[in-house]
């Protein structure tokens, strides 16, 4: 039944290309940013309560969906509900529209990663005043044609990979990117803790500093979960399919997860400890990344690599997870139509490259979809597409995954393949502590979330 369709060559595949899926510029790039915005040590700490409480348990949940049905998103849905027709449907096609969406503006700040690679390799981050990195990144915002040709670049590679298909394609390419991201981000730390702004660092990030608690910090941190472990639309339940039925579930999660939240933190304690220490705020917003990184390498001694060093991980964790991204809408195709994997892919890359087009012009002054055309409140066709992604549709999706799995499925195939070679999920009262989450706990946070966002809390 699964072959065609491919399969994990091992369950340290799995594990390589979940986490390559979760570890992206949610956790390079947005984690350190959006701590370092909210005051450092407590947002993490409710961060990290959120991955434990609704992240970890909605991971499972799409990891095990997935392996029960062995198809795409769409399909599990309708395979576990005995194959009659159901609304819940609905709730795959969310997940393939939300991954299409995230793709297309995803890609773009992809782009800018590789485009600071190509500035570090041809000295174009050698700049002599603090200035002109922040006037540097303004002018890569800004500038049409360095995006577009980027957010090409991109799809075009991260379709190539795809094409590849599951053991040729993800699984080789997550072998290569995730090794090579950890043993950078393991270097760049081991630099950070020689610096003097190490012990203000680790303070900012473990200090528990009550006062930078607010309810917005709460609900940013639990909406960041999400996306960080690539929830709520079917990445990881269509990973789940690739596995075969004995695979432990539970501790692949378990290890995805984990990887996910070492790398973030292993990211703040990289950016942070080099931004005190040269002298710089932790609240300095997206171009945290942009314009720090590169400012405080270009002070040490050959800068320029440490700049290579820095965005060649950014880019290899973006692409993976761009990967990923791609591969949920692929499957549905190659699945539910019976498409060829090339014809899925070049159509689903075509649709993504050119809805992502708005996304890399939203920085330009482009008549129609620059930087002046607000599109919901003030935001830009790029704020808006992430806004609705984030805020919308990742909490509604992760809301039908919970629902389905906890209320839908059937108890007895539920709690059998929960079990199903897995010697924690058989341990007493792991399943039953996962279920209340998933019935309970789960839904009410993302209800929170959503009604917040609606501006009712
Ligand atoms: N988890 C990825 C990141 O942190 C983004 C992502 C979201 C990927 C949803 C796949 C699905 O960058």
């Known amino acids: 039944m699964s ?3 491919g399969q994990w060559g091992s369950r340290l595949s799995f594990v390589l290309a979940a986490a390559g899926s979760a570890v992206g510029l949610g956790n ?11 005051g450092g040590g407590a947002f993490v700490l409710i961060y990290l309560v959120c991955i434990l409480l609704i992240g970890l348990p909605i991971m499972i949940g799409e990891v095990l969906l997935g392996r029960m049905s062995q198809s795409s998103v769409v399909g599990t849905f309708s395979k576990l509900s005995g194959g009659k027709p159901t609304p819940w449907v609905g709730v ?15 890609s773009v700040v992809a782009g800018w ?14 700049l002599a005043q603090p200035e002109a990195f922040g006037e540097l990144f303004n002018a890569t915002y800004t500038d049409p044609g360095i995006n577009l040709r980027y957010h090409t670049i991109f799809m075009g590679l991260t379709a190539m990979i795809v094409l590849g298909g599951i053991q040729g394609g993800v699984e080789r390419a997550a072998r290569v990117l995730m090794p090579v991201l950890l043993l950078m981000m393991a270097a760049l730390l081991a630099y950070s803790t020689t610096l003097e702004g190490f012990g203000r660092a680790v303070d900012f990030v473990f200090g528990f500093h009550v006062e930078s608690i607010t309810g917005e910090a709460v609900l940013e941190a639990l909406g960041h979960s999400f996306f960080t472990l690539s929830l709520g639309m079917g990445a990881m339940l269509t990973y789940g399919s690739y596995l075969s039925r004995k695979d432990d579930v539970i501790a692949v999660s378990l290890a995805t997860t984990a990887l996910d939240t070492l790398v973030a933190l292993m990211a703040c304690l990289v950016l942070f400890p080099i931004t005190f220490s040269a002298g710089m705020e932790a609240a300095n917003g997206p171009g945290l990344v942009f314009i720090n990184m590169p400012l405080a390498f270009s002070g040490l001694p050959g800068g320029q690599l440490w700049s290579v060093a820095f965005f060649i991980p950014l880019f290899f964790a973006a692409l993976s997870s761009g990967i990923s991204l791609l591969e949920v809408a692929a499957a549905y195709f190659i699945d539910e139509r019976g498409w060829s994997r090339r014809k899925a892919v070049l159509l689903t890359t075509s649709v993504i490259f050119a809805l992502g087009v708005p996304s890399a012009l939203s920085g330009s002054d482009n008549m129609v979809f620059g930087a002046g055309i607000h ?9 808006t597409f992430d806004y609705l992604a984030s805020n919308w549709m990742l909490p509604l999706g992760g809301l039908g995954i919970a629902g389905f799995a906890a209320w839908r499925l059937g108890g007895k195939a539920r709690e059998a393949s929960f079990r199903a070679g897995s010697r924690l999920g058989s341990l007493p009262g792991v399943y039953l502590a996962w279920l209340q989450l998933l019935r309970y706990a789960v839904p ?12 009712v809390l």
């Not at 390079?28 to 909210?38: D, Q, R, S, V």
């Not at 795959?92 to 995803?106: D, E, F, H, P, Q």
């Not at 599109?375 to 704020?383: A, M, P, S, T, V």
């Open 28 to 38: 390079l790039w947005k984690f350190p940013y959006i701590t370092g915005m909210n």
């Open 113 to 126: 990663s590789l485009h600071y690679v190509w500035l570090a390799l041809s000295g174009g981050l050698s």
């Open 3 to 5: 072959e065609g369709r």
């Open 375 to 383: 599109w919901i409140g003030e935001r830009n066709w790029f704020d």
């Open 444 to 455: 009410l946070a993302i209800v929170i979330v959503m009604l917040h966002a609606l501006g």
């Open 92 to 106: 795959g096609w969310l997940g393939v529209a939300t991954g299409v969406v995230i793709l297309s503006y995803y």
